[in-house]
């Protein structure tokens, strides 16, 4: 498996994630490649990846903040964007009040769930257990 960067730069995100997908089943299909190492590479590719991205950014932002237009590269474009403000909810005392509110009642839906029994709160009141709203999933897990 050699996949060289100029190709990676002329494929768009659509035709890379194709390529990405049929070299990952050539890869078991073909057996010639061991999936565990090439998995391993990979990982590794996305940390040493964001980390050049990280690294890059900066430089980049500021020539693309000099062209009102962004840039434009290999069929891709830069440009500079907002996220917009977050506001600071928390500043609100009724907002703060209830969110508390929230957080304490969480608590206690957690601690009925884990309950085999009829759980009852300080008051006295009966909780009901409630459902999974989406259950755990079993993950990978590669550290280096």
Known sequence: MKLELKLINEQSKKELIATAT????????G????ASYTLLTAK??????????K?????????????????AISGAHFTI?????RLD????????????????REAILKVAYKMKEVFYDSDG?????????SPSKETLKVTF
């Open 22 to 29: 049929k070299e990952a089943s050539n890869i078991i299909d």
């Open 31 to 34: 057996g010639m490649v061991d």
């Open 44 to 53: 590794k590719l996305v940390e040493y990846a964001g980390a050049l991205i």
């Open 55 to 71: 690294g890059l950014e900066s430089s980049v932002r500021a020539e693309v903040g000099r062209n009102a237009e962004g840039l």
């Open 81 to 85: 964007g907002s996220t917009g403000d």
């Open 89 to 104: 909810y928390m500043q609100d005392d009724e907002y703060a009040r209830l969110h508390s509110k929230l957080k304490d």
């Open 125 to 133: 009141i009966e909780i009901k257990r409630i459902g999974i709203k």
